[in-house]
């Protein structure tokens, strides 16, 4: 690191340990008490004298050479992880810092040592106070470093991360000639076991102060070995110019002491003299060191400057150019929004041609509606009927002289074949062969369900996928059945029912209009990658189910049971609205003869076992309620997402106990309890064994059923809620609190024994309630409007 970047900062060192924590706390305290910190990490390793082997702990002089060498290496690699960890500390707080590390048998003195070698101005140290019982024992570094560490080091002592007291500096590092040789030669032994960042090298300026403290000590003791010397000779020559020729008389012995003593006398005045220069020289070393350290810090700074002032040119340069570019661009976009605003007044004006266009076509738009499905389906076919006349007359030619060459019964059924084509124009009559050619002459890998009445081939006609029903012919009692079924499906047409496309009188065989997004039962359980089925979707399922069994019941004159109700019976088209398939076949009932205890069919209703009312498999009478047992287990599994097999007996048992929310479908989200608790008991309704007490499929059902769907989108408000219950009251009754219940909810309360207020906690003033006949007529209304 180059000596200007060490000066940017504040230079501070601390003392450091092998507790982590103790560590951390000194370092922290630092980080908030010094601005921008230079922190130098003072660690001193103190040898271990016990030497770990096999044989157990031994001296170190005990054990041999080659194990106190790696177990040596081994505590200096502990070492240095230790003070990785504290500089990782410094590194997360954004202070840079270094480490140097003593070796010493005594910490503190090692510590008095680095501090004397590296000329340390700022010291933090750990210590207890004073008041602490173990202060003797715990806290002989901190005041081994008080007492012995250089005047010139100033040292904060912490504890536990607050500051105790500070030992201020005394005088200016080296200043003192008597400490200059020791000091000497302590720096020279501790450089060579210090290292700064894994390197053993000393600081640039610390280096610098300690040469020149070196050069200017022996410069002064060459001086005052010269004065000695110097007057060791003037003495020396006194002496001997006193020779033995003179020393008989006193005079001359008198003298000779007197001047001696004059020489002493001068040899003290010239070391004062000496001592007083080498102050003076070394303030003015130290004087001219500042003055070094000053200049360099003037010149760091005028680079600085000088880099910043370019760099803040180039910076404008760039932003200049910016500026311009910017500036551009947005007179190329005030050229396009110009450009643009000219096209939307052009387009306001077409707008404003077109309007009564518009107009006139909205006027027309609702009665376009109604027609608009069979005008879709009469262009679907167009085209593929234009292609094919002429080969469906020839082939219908070559059916009726057939049909012809067998005799009366072949002549009746062209006849009934005509009179069906003749009546029902609006379905499309087709020829085996153009459904073998749909379906590859009804290959396998075309059917997609095998039926009790038949199997369904997916095909592809009149330029659209259809699905294909190809009847067993044995089911069908002849022309008229087949009549008959095509007579009564062709006549409805709902929403939520498949829709019939057209015939083969043929091949017995119908042709609807294919459903790509599955079944219920697909979605259900998951056998494709679909959407989550929220409790919105599965009520709206629920309600348009309910529409299309209401539907077929109440159909005349002949009332239409479905007989084979199931999760695979129940399409989706692509905007996920449920449409019922397999409807009318052998399920065709006069509205006379349907709670006829005689009146049965001679064969199984189709579907799964589970899904079966156990009525009709006791006395083959097929009913109404025969449906509404399946649509009771279907409810309950769009609730639970469960199979059928024991799923009535499961939810019976959770209502009675209170504990519905728990086998809820939770892949549904939260469900609402109004919505729950309602769709529960109506599917519990539903599979009721005994038919008489199953509801009825009414409009009023289905109203109540698209109602729940209605509240779960629309907030009720909180008012309409009884505190209770937590439902939506219809019976509002008002206590003496003051507040609003549901009167079947504050009834068991007070019946219960309470004397409170269910709100406030109070006693009651009377336990009389009055009916809240405007609250009452508020909900109703906003039923209504729901």
Not at 670 to 676: H, I, L
Request: aromatic letters at 8%; one cysteine or more; proline letters at 4%.
């Amino acid at each position: 690191m180059a000596m200007d970047e060490y000066e940017c900062h504040e230079m501070v060192h601390v003392a450091v340990g092998k507790s982590l924590k103790k560590a951390a706390t000194l370092l922290q305290w630092c980080f908030t008490h010094f601005s921008k910190p230079q922190i130098f990490l003072l660690h001193v390793h103190q040898p271990s004298t016990m030497i770990p082997t096999l044989l157990g702990k031994l001296p170190a002089s005990q054990a041999s050479p080659e194990v106190v060498s790696a177990y040596r290496i081994e505590e200096k690699e502990d070492t240095k992880r230790l003070l990785e960890k504290y500089l990782s500390l410094c590194r997360a707080a954004k202070v840079k810092a270094s480490s140097v590390i003593g070796e010493a048998d005594q910490v503190q003195k090692g510590i008095v040592d680095l501090v004397t070698v590296h000329n340390v101005r700022k010291l933090v140290i750990g210590a207890i106070p004073e008041n602490c019982m173990k202060i003797k024992r715990n806290s002989s570094k901190a005041n081994y470093a008080a007492k012995n560490a250089p005047p010139f080091c100033e040292i904060w002592f912490v504890y536990n991360g607050k500051h105790i007291w500070t030992r201020e500096a005394s005088e200016t590092p080296r200043s003192l000639s008597s400490r200059a040789q020791p000091e000497t030669t302590t720096a020279e032994s501790l450089s060579c076991r210090s290292f700064h960042d894994g390197t053993k090298e000393l600081l640039h300026s610390e280096c610098l102060q300690l040469n020149s403290t070196k050069t200017t000590r022996s410069m002064v003791q060459s001086e005052i070995i010269e004065a000695e010397a110097t007057f060791s000779s003037k003495s020396s020559s006194c002496n001997s110019h006193c020779s033995p020729q003179h020393s008989a008389g006193w005079y001359l012995d008198t003298h000779s002491e007197f001047e001696e003593e004059t020489i002493d006398s001068q040899l003290i005045e010239t070391k004062r003299e000496a001592k007083a220069a080498t102050d003076k020289a070394l303030a003015e070393l130290l004087k001219s060191k500042r003055l070094e350290v000053k200049a360099i810090e003037a010149i760091s700074k005028v680079n600085f400057f000088e880099s910043a002032h370019a760099h803040e040119v180039k910076l404008r340069k760039e932003a200049e150019d910016a500026l311009r570019a910017t500036i551009q661009e947005q007179q190329m976009f005030l050229d396009e929004k110009e450009e643009i605003a000219r096209e939307l007044e052009r387009t306001v004006r077409s707008i404003s041609l077109l309007g009564n266009c518009a107009h006139e076509t909205n006027h027309k738009r609702d009665e376009a509606e109604n027609e608009l499905s069979l005008i879709q389906a009469s262009i679907s076919n167009l085209w593929h009927e234009k292609q094919q006349i002429r080969q469906q007359k020839m082939e219908a030619l070559h059916w009726l002289e057939r049909w012809k060459s067998c005799g009366q019964v072949g002549a009746d059924h062209c006849n009934g074949v005509i009179g069906f084509a003749e009546e029902f124009p609006e379905l499309a009559e087709f020829s085996l062969s153009d459904l073998q050619n749909a379906t590859c002459n009804f290959s396998e890998s075309f059917k997609v369900m095998e039926g009790g009445y038949g199997s369904i081939y997916k095909g592809e006609m009149l330029g659209r996928t259809v699905a294909i029903r190809k009847l067993h012919p044995h089911n069908m009692q002849g022309s008229s059945e087949f009549h008959q079924e095509a007579q009564i499906l062709g006549s409805l047409q709902h929403p939520h029912l498949v829709t019939l496309l057209g015939v083969c009188p043929e091949a017995w065989s119908f042709v609807y209009e294919y459903l790509p997004s599955g079944s219920l039962q697909d979605y259900l359980f998951r056998k494709s990658s679909f959407l989550p089925l929220t409790r919105n979707i599965r009520a709206q399922w629920i309600a348009e189910i309910a529409t299309a069994l209401c539907f077929l019941h109440s159909s005349k004159p002949e009332t239409i049971i479905h007989g084979g109700l199931t999760l695979e019976t129940v399409l989706l088209d692509s905007a996920l609205s449920c449409k019922i398939c397999e409807f009318g076949f052998s399920r065709l009932v006069k509205e006379e003869s349907v709670y006829l205890p005689n009146f049965h069919f001679s064969t199984e209703p189709k579907g799964s076992f589970t899904y079966t009312d156990p009525e009709f498999q006791r006395t083959g009478v097929l009913t109404p309620k025969s449906d509404i047992y399946s649509f009771g287990i279907i409810i309950l599994q769009l609730l639970t997402g469960r199979t059928p097999v024991g799923l009535v007996g499961e939810v019976r048992r959770a209502v009675s106990c209170g504990k519905l929310y728990p086998i809820l479908d939770s892949s549904a989200g939260e469900w609402n309890s109004t919505m729950a608790t309602r769709l529960a008991e109506l599917g519990l309704q539903c599979c009721q064994l005994n038919s008489r007490v199953r509801p009825e499929l009414t409009p009023s059902l289905v109203r109540e059923l698209k109602q729940l769907l209605v509240l779960e989108e629309r907030p009720v408000p909180s008012f309409f809620l009884c505190p209770i219950f937590q439902e939506i009251m219809h019976d509002p009754q008002v206590a003496a609190d003051g507040f609003t219940y549901e009167g079947k909810a504050i009834s068991e309360w007070l019946e219960n024994g309470h004397e409170t207020s269910p709100m406030t906690n109070l006693k009651l003033t009377h336990l009389n309630l009055t009916p809240n006949h405007a609250l009452r007529l508020a909900i109703q209304g906003w039923l209504c409007k729901s």
